[in-house]
Every structure is written in C-alpha cells, then in structure tokens.
C-alpha cells in the first residue's frame, strides 16, 4: 500500500519541494556509476552518509545534512520523492517557502539523530530524504488529517486505487515503522526505522506552533481536520484510443 496523490491542491507553487526533488535527483545521478565499484561507493558513503558510530565519536557532522540527499538505489530515490511531491507541497503552502526548508532540514537531522541514538555504536552507513519526508508526513497528520489521500493497494495480481483519510494512511505507515523498528537490527543495514520514527515525530512536534497559531483544536473544529480550502476531484476517463476490430475472414 502506497500513496499516489492527495485529494489536497496548494495555492502557490511549491518551489522549494520542487527544488529539494531536483536536487535529490541530480546528486543521485551525479555519483550513480560509483554503484558498478563497491569499494569506491563505500568510501564516498564514509564521507557523506551519516554513520551512527562516527557521529556518537564527535566525527562528521556535516553528515547530518549530507546523508539526506543520498540514495541506495533508484526505487529508493523514486519512492521518497514521490512521498514528497504528494505532501510537501501542502507543507511549503502552509510555511512558507524559507520557513519549510529550515522544517526539511531540521526534520532530516532530529530522524539522523534519532537512528544515531537508537545505535550510537553501528557501523552502517544510512543514507536517504525518507527521515526528513517523514517529518513533512508528520506534519501534514497535524494539520490535515482528514485529507483525502489516493492509495494503491496490491494484493498478488489485484490493483485497487482507494481514496482513505490521511490519518489513516500515516497512522499505518508510522505503525509499521515502529513496529519493525523494535525487532530490526542496526548492525544489518536495510531500512532506518528508528530515523523515519524519529522524523515523523519532529515534523509533528515542528509543525505545533504553526498549528496552535491556526487556533488548535479549534482549527480542526473550523476545518473539520479537512484542508481549509476545496478538495481537488478526479475522474477516470476513458480512453480516447479507437478500439481496433478483429477482421474475420469470410
């Protein structure tokens, strides 16, 4: 289950996102053939990817910023940017675009320092925007959660696109994280759990003086925990494409 876009329009043009997307995509691309030479991959990650025991020794800590514009690999790449593009524009609509890089930023660092305290002694490398755009989703569960969000469910050969609320959608994500986060292990590598834990709730605990400034709970009482403005409708249409007949021989 994964989300493919939300129901919720911005006024302005999101610049910042757009701008963050670009240069996830142009650093990822402009260190790509390192992938084809492990030794030499590993070594630019030791230079730039937030590593926890480094960080815990005082070393590094440039990487904090560094480590969230790396990727492992393109679906890693494609999957944070989407999340991003469906939820940071409503986020930079909300900040501003100044105040919602400094949010970004500050989300990305409290999910490094989050996987750092959950293993101050690993040795592996975490690289990713995912901690930083989890804190875009923790804030986005703050300020809309009844948004509608469009997911597409999988289940072995049925594809199904459901439109469910966004606390629902982010409250399952964040499950899961939490949950996987308590049996994982640092040493093994895979997905940083404890980072996209800790980012969720930096984001959610950044965005509460924009929240309390919107009224609190007596915002999601005006709002109804829906946007603030009218939700965005999509239709399936059918395809323009002439059908092409089978010709029978006679």
Aim: glycine fraction near 14%; aromatic fraction near 14%; charged fraction near 15%.
């Amino acid at each position: 289950m994964f989300p493919i876009r939300d129901h919720n329009p911005s006024g302005r043009t999101p610049y910042v996102t757009y701008g963050l997307i670009v240069a996830n995509v142009l650093i990822f691309f402009g260190y790509s053939g390192l992938f084809a030479d492990e030794r030499a991959l590993g070594w630019f990650f030791y230079d730039w990817a937030m590593t926890p025991a480094r960080l815990s020794s005082g070393e590094a800590p440039h990487t904090l910023v560094t480590s969230m514009f790396l990727h492992g690999g393109l679906l890693h790449l494609a999957g944070n940017m989407l999340f991003l593009f469906i939820f940071g524009d409503n986020m930079e609509d909300e900040m501003g675009h100044g105040g919602f890089l400094a949010f970004y930023l500050a989300a990305g660092i409290g999910a490094a320092l989050a996987q750092t305290v959950s293993a101050p002694f690993s040795q592996v490398p975490m690289v990713g925007a995912s901690g930083a755009i989890a804190g875009v989703m923790g804030g986005y569960l703050l300020m809309f959660p009844r948004a509608r969000v469009d997911v597409l469910i999988i289940l072995v050969i049925i594809f199904k696109v459901l439109p469910v609320p966004a606390w629902l959608m982010l409250g399952v994500w964040l499950a899961i994280q939490l949950f996987s986060g308590v049996g994982a292990d640092p040493d093994a590598g895979g997905v940083a759990y404890w980072a996209h834990s800790g980012g969720f709730f930096a984001g959610l605990l950044l965005t509460l003086p924009l929240w309390l400034r919107r009224g609190g709970p007596g915002y999601w009482q005006r709002t109804h925990g829906e946007p603030p403005h009218p939700e965005a409708r999509y239709r399936w249409r059918a395809s323009r494409v002439p059908a092409a007949g089978r010709r029978r021989n006679r």
